[in-house]
């Protein structure tokens, strides 16, 4: 029988990802997307606390979080992310950028056999001497969009992938108390 002290965690944890799956299906949506992200990071964050609250009066307990406290300050995705809650929570909503990039190679019309050339004299060529049928097959769609959301201080990284990232490293920390300490745990 699972005890209470495992469901208060567990649901944190599914609180989290609950709030990571609502992100992903308002990605284009600037605002719930927004509203989603705060609630995610104050949900992830409270994982840990929630964790010590919970298992505070099993036995080793105390002495194996601290040396998990010390790993989790040296993570740079946990410090990025408590950073985040904290500016969130006390200081000012998180605004990340929102990115859109568009193909639109298959758009334009040019005669069976052409080629085409891309790219920028300073930079190289990107793309030389493909024909159009290489690049541009009949079954493309006219433009395909990709949307993708930034932090000013993690411009390079996706804020969803970032935000699995984080949720992947609570986890396992919760999965290995668990594992640690669930057959040792008071009901």
Request: hydrophobic share 35%.
């Amino acid at each position: 029988m699972m005890t209470q002290l495992r469901n208060d965690t567990l649901n944190k944890l599914g609180e989290s990802g609950y709030f990571l799956t609502q992100m992903k299906q308002t990605a284009n949506d600037w605002m719930p997307f927004r509203f989603n992200l705060s609630a995610f990071l104050s949900a992830a964050r409270s994982i840990t606390f929630v964790i010590q609250k919970e298992y505070a009066q099993v036995a080793a307990f105390e002495s194996w979080y601290k040396l998990q406290q010390e790993e989790m300050r040296k993570d740079k995705v946990l410090t990025f992310f408590n950073n985040l809650r904290v500016t969130s929570i006390h200081k000012k909503p998180v605004k990340p950028r929102f990115r859109s990039s568009f193909s639109l190679a298959d758009v334009f019309s040019m005669p069976s056999g052409s080629t085409i050339e891309l790219g920028d004299k300073k930079e190289g060529t990107y793309l030389t001497n493909v024909s159009v049928a290489e690049i541009a097959p009949a079954d493309v769609t006219k433009i395909r969009a990709e949307q993708t959301w930034h932090f000013d201080e993690k411009p390079d990284e996706d804020v969803i992938t970032l935000c699995e990232r984080y949720l992947s490293r609570l986890s396992t920390l919760v999965y290995e108390c668990r594992e640690k300490f669930d057959s040792v745990a008071p009901n």
